[in-house]
């Protein structure tokens, strides 16, 4: 997330392998070069100039000139023809193309709203807490465990208060969200830092333990086990993934590690180790097939992982819950 506890840990972006380096120590994570992606795009054209546009600064910052002007070029190709066609002949043209080896698995996350409250009542009693002053990154901090037993209580670091402790850990697991006060003001609550703890999946536990099956393992699924357990039962299975997030209240969009706003339906999360975030991409699914920019990071993303941004709201998170697909990712290097 980055949004999302698991995406915005501040990885360090790496240079893009020339496709030998080792991925995991095992296979080459890219091809050699290889055709075109079939480049057709399934979204909007403004879209992927939001993505580009905010990730130019990036480049220049960077002094990445070549990656600047090849986003510029594929811009240029994208608006000059919606022939895929003459876009593959294109593409072959200024830019080299590599797959990622293995078939990568794609999902989704997005933005939730939440209704909240400033103070604690007898609806909403479940604490978003801001990042502690004493906290330092990557050195490790009290548990989930530890905080839900009450390690931060009487601190002063609520930020904001919810009425569904389910809601709060989704948040904590998306990165990002928009609170709802009872004023009708909408604020963005977005990633302040971790407790530097590893990150669980708690789908995989509910799996392990028999509470999931693998094909029905959606976040409404979790979403509906959770709900059905009693606090005491919930708040042990939750523990089991130590990481806990803490946020910060600003009306600010939301942004991935990259530093940049994160574009709906463009912004992708992907292993730096793979795909270093900045990275102009093709993503190839059953239900996506689209022009995508690297610009995000989490701790879940490993390998052949492709977390796609959807925006905010619940038809957005509705679409989140259920994408979990396999597909091709393509790099593209300009030339």
């Known amino acids: 997330m980055t949004l999302r506890g698991r995406r915005a840990l501040a990885l360090g972006v790496l240079a893009l392998a020339s496709g030998c380096a080792l991925w995991r120590g095992l296979l080459p994570p890219l ?45 240029r190709i994208l608006e000059a023809s919606d022939d895929p066609v003459e876009r593959r002949a294109w593409i072959d043209r200024d830019f080299v193309v590599r797959r990622v080896r293995a078939p990568v698995l794609l999902t989704a996350y997005y933005e939730p709203e939440l209704e909240a409250r400033h103070r604690r009542d007898a609806r909403f009693r479940s604490p978003l807490y801001g990042r502690p002053p004493d906290l330092v990154d990557g050195t490790p901090y009290a548990t989930r465990g530890e905080i839900y037993g009450g390690a931060l209580a009487g601190r002063g670091l609520e930020i904001a208060w919810l009425a569904d402790p389910i809601d709060l850990f989704f948040l904590q697991v998306q990165g990002s969200g928009r609170l709802r006060f009872e004023d009708g003001r909408r604020i963005g609550a977005h990633f302040a830092g971790t407790n530097g703890r590893p990150y669980t999946s708690v789908g995989r536990v509910m799996i392990e333990r028999g509470l999931l099956t693998r094909d029905a393992a959606s976040a409404a699924d979790i979403r509906r086990v959770l709900a059905a357990m009693p606090e005491a039962e919930r708040r042990a299975l939750l523990a089991t993934n130590e990481r806990y997030v803490f946020f910060e209240l600003a009306d600010r969009p939301v942004r991935g590690s990259l530093g940049v706003p994160l574009t709906p339906g463009r912004s992708v999360a992907t292993d730096p180790a793979l795909v270093p975030a900045g990275t102009l991409a093709y993503l190839e699914t059953p239900t996506y097939r689209r022009f995508v920019v690297a610009q995000d990071t989490g701790a879940a993303i490993t390998g052949a992982r492709c977390d796609l941004f959807l925006g905010a709201g619940e038809q957005a998170g509705a679409v989140a819950g259920r994408t979990r697909e396999h597909g091709w990712l393509y790099v593209l290097e300009p030339r």
């Open 31 to 75: 091809t050699g070069p290889t055709d075109p992606p079939p480049a057709i795009d399934d979204v909007d054209l403004p879209s992927m100039r939001a993505a580009v546009a905010r990730t130019l600064p990036v480049y220049e910052k960077r002094a990445q000139i070549r990656e600047r002007d090849g986003a510029l070029r594929l811009l």
